[in-house]
Each structure stands twice: as structure tokens, then as C-alpha cells.
């Protein structure tokens, strides 16, 4: 690990150390639809900063949909709409009158699969925020080495930034995507599988990345690996069929689940 | 036939028993080689021996002079200098109409047009568009631009009437390279705080540049080789000079072709199998630019 950012990764019991717990974004009575269908029935929950939310649960159960409703993305997909509040910084961004281009700006997202633009270099990539939204940034280079070492890619491309961004390796590319997002300074940075495409060596890379990046942003991650969340989150929250069934810190949740299906899911007996 | 089968089938049991089998041994897969590679050599062969007969006739005549010059009541003399220019002015012509309404049109119905009965019925409408016979356009055209819109005999009628015929191919191919566009890249691009226009003009577009380029070459040299529209809309059979203006009279080379085959004497034969000569090797050109363009493309996005 050389990135500039380095801390201390945070141990499991040393998690509630450090700044006032707040919310920075607090999703409430959130249903998502696709068409008739319900994908959330009814959502209520907090995302504190400064630190790592898991959302856990087996396919289907509303995960992916829950963070494309945080930067409203998911209204985008044909037949789909979106009836509740969700609040950034106390403000909901489904007021009307609110640019979800301008949420977008704000909160950050990486996806499932690495999907770095293929007609563009690792620099062009990670400028491409910037490039896309038609703004010039001030020092190009200065942006780039920054995104790029937050992502902890720096090294590993700091002597190729004109090759192509799908001439590097999956975990690589990944975390080009990050830097991609990292280099808009989001507010808040959702993660949607981000580790489900890649190898154990390269998925330890993104997590150790989380830690690392854990200070500075308010982090959603989706996962179906519940080893992951236990690993990255502060706290977790465990979604069935479109509904929240129980949302603690990470530690409680697996330890103490206080709902039979959490317990039921977390030792395996289904999902 | 069934003779070959049968044994392949028990060469095939054969091969399960033993690693290697004869190579004398025919089988299915062989019959369906040769079929398939009949298919293919025999058209080839038909068009070399059409393209090396008019070649042998058009030869004496294929000279520079036979570029440079105007028609002429003398076969001998005459050239395909106003054809060959008229034939540039419609292809950059047409290609600067039909261009930007073709990706135009398509960029709206891929990207903005809600899925309905209306646009079911324009899609199906213009998938029927491109089965039209090129004649009807002109007599279209004919109507519309020549007389309705006052162009008269110009080249840009004909430009306009050529651009009508290309734009449902056009239209056709630009949608198919906008679906190449993975869904996850307009997905990053909007996550990324860009409005639609912005992901469409800096990913969506750049990405299915390819693609957009070879449908439009294509139907270009497609274009090039028209003939029916253009007579329609008045073409010249006699042009004496090159068109200078959008609005001056023009002729083709195919309507040049046209000409000088339908005359009695066997000279004039000779230019027409010259003048196609020069046709085919203009539309092979732009293919080949299609090819070259694509690949600078494709090698600029993959550096």
C-alpha cells in the first residue's frame, strides 16, 4: 500500500471511534417500482457519514434497485418510477424541481461490472466526469494523479495513462471506475456489486480501497457476500423481497440478529 | 448421398474407438464444405468473367483523356468528364442531406422516442421505405422537388431524391450501431453527472462511429450506382459541361452509361463498358475508404 491516503484500517471493535455519528443521506417510505411491480415496498432507512452501509440480501430482493433509487438512476429505466423521499443533506431529491443531474454530480456510483469507456485512455477516463458535464478542470494532471492514487491505481499506471482504460486488468479497471467517480468529489460514493466481477486478490484491493476511502465519503455498498460486509461495513442492512427486514451495525447484525429471516439468511439456511 | 452418411456415421462410431481416422474417409461435413464453397466460387466466378469482358472491351478507351473530356458526337472523342463530376456532386451532395437527417432520425428513435403504436408504425414504415423501388422515389421527386419545391432539373434535386432513397438505410444501420452501445456505458456516463445529450454526443456516438461509417459508405456507393431516380428527375443524356452550382443541370455515370449503350454503334459500346469500368472502380474505392476509415477508428478507440 503506497497511497498517499493511508490510515489505519479500521478493526471491527474500533469502529465507533472518531466524528459525531450523522446521516448524510436518509432514505424514507421509499417504494420503487418496474412497471406494476414493486421492487421496494416501503424503505426506510439511514446512510450516517463517514461511513460504510452494506446492503445485504439474496438476488431479487430490491439491493441494486435501493442504491440506483439514491442517485436516481433507476427512474431512468423504462416503466420504472419512484414514490417516497429520499433526503441528502436534509433535502429530498425527489422534490420536484430538483435535476437529478445535479444528484448524480453528488453522489457517486461504481458499478457491478468494470465499465471504463472503452474509446477513451486511463486519463480521458478518469477526466471523463468532468469531460462529459463539458467543464475544463483547472490542473488536468493534478486531478488525475489525485483520483488515481485515492483509487490506489496510481502506481500501477502512472507510466501508461494514454493506453486504452480496457487494456488493464478487471480489479484494475474497477478501480479505475472508482477514480472515474472519486475525481467528481462526491458526496457520497455507491458501490453496486463492485467486487462480484472480480478475483479474491483484486476484490481484497477494493476492500482494503473501502477502508482507505471510509474517512472522506458516506459509502453504500451492495454486496451478496456477507463475509464482505462483515469485513467493510460499519453497519448492514438485510433487504427480502423488497423489504427491509432489519438494518444494525454490522458487528449486531451477524451476531445478534434480532429477525428470524436475518438469522436464517446470514447462516445460510436460504439466498 | 445417403451412401456418405451412413459411413460417416460409422466412421464417427469408429473414431470414438480408435484416436485417428482414415483421411481418404468423405463425410457430411465434407458434402457441406464443398456445397458451401460452390456457393461462393461460382457468383465470383460469374462476376470476374462479366468485369474481364467489359474490361477487354473498355480498354482502348480507358486513357486520361477519356476523364478529362466532354461527351462528343464521335465516340473517339468522346469522354466522362461532366458524368464523373456530376457523379461527385450528388455523392458529397447527398451525403451531406442524407447524413445528418439519417443519424438524426435515428438517434431520436433509439434514443428518445417513447415505445408506442406510433413508433412501432414509423419503425415498420421505414423498414418497408427501403424495400421501394427507386423509381418511385423519382417519380416522387419528380413531383416534389423538381416541380413543388422549384428545383427544376438541378443536381440538388437529384442529391435530394438520392438522400430520400438512402435515408431509411441509413437510418436502419445507424440504430443497429447505437444498440451496440452497452446499456452499463450510458449508465456510467449518466452516473457521472452528464445530461443525455451529453452522454449521447461524448460516449454513445464516438462509440458507434464505426458502425455509422460503414452503413453510411455503404449505401453511399450504393447511391453512386442509381440510375432509374435520376432519369426521373431529369438527369441529362448530353451534358457539355460541369455542374457549377447546386442548381445547374447535371448527368451521372450511370445515366452516361445508360447513353451511350442504348446507341447503335458498337464504339460508343466501348465507352459504355469504360464508363462502367470507372463506376465499379469508384464504388470499390469508396468501400475500401469505408474499411480505412473504419479501422482508423476502431484503432483510435482502442489505442
Known sequence: MTSMMSIPIPTTQARNESSPVEEKMQVAGLKAFFGANAALKGITLPLLRNRVTAIIGPSGCGKSTLVRCLNRLHELTPGASVQGRVLLDGEDIYAPGVNPVMVRRRVGMVFQRPNPFPTMSIRENVLAGPRLQGVVPDEPEALVERALRQAALWEEVKDRLDL?????????????????????????????????????????????????????YTIVIVTHNMQQAARVADYTAFFLMGELI?????????????????????????? | MTMSVSRSAVMARAATLRPTRPSFAWTGEDSLRVACATALMLPLLLLAVFFGAALLDAWPRLNLTFLTSMPSRVAEDAGILPALAGTAWLLVLTALLAIPLGVGAAVYLEEYARPGRMTRLIEVNISNLAG????????????????????????????????????????????EALRTVPTTLREAALGLGAERWQVMWRVVLPMSLPGIITGVVLSLSRAVGETAPL??????????????????AFTALPIQIFNWISRPQAAFHSNAAAAMVVLLLLMLALNALAMLVRRRVQRAAAH
Do not use: N, W
Open chain 2, 132 to 175: 421501394v423501388p427507386s423509381i418511385i422515389y423519382g417519380l416522387l421527386a419528380l413531383e416534389v422537388f423538381v416541380r413543388a419545391a422549384g428545383m427544376g432539373r438541378s443536381v440538388l434535386a437529384g442529391a435530394c431524391t438520392l438522400a430520400l432513397l438512402l435515408l431509411p438505410v441509413v437510418i436502419t444501420a445507424t440504430r
Open chain 2, 231 to 248: 432519369i426521373m428527375v431529369g438527369a441529362l443524356g448530353y451534358v457539355a459541361f460541369v455542374p457549377t452550382s447546386v442548381q445547374s
Open chain 1, 246 to 271: 432489519e438494518y444494525s451495525a454490522t458487528d449486531t447484525l451477524f451476531m445478534k440478529p434480532t429477525d428470524r429471516r436475518t438469522e436464517d439468511y446470514i447462516t445460510g439456511r436460504f439466498g
Open chain 1, 164 to 216: 486504452s482504460g480496457v487494456s488493464l486488468s478487471g480489479g484494475q479497471q474497477q478501480r479505475l471506475c472508482i477514480a472515474r467517480a472519486l475525481a467528481l468529489r462526491p458526496e457520497v460514493l455507491l458501490m453496486d456489486e463492485p467486487c462480484s466481477a472480480l478475483d479474491p486478490v483484486a476484490t481484497a484491493r477494493i476492500e482494503e480501497l473501502i477502508h482507505e476511502l471510509r474517512p472522506h
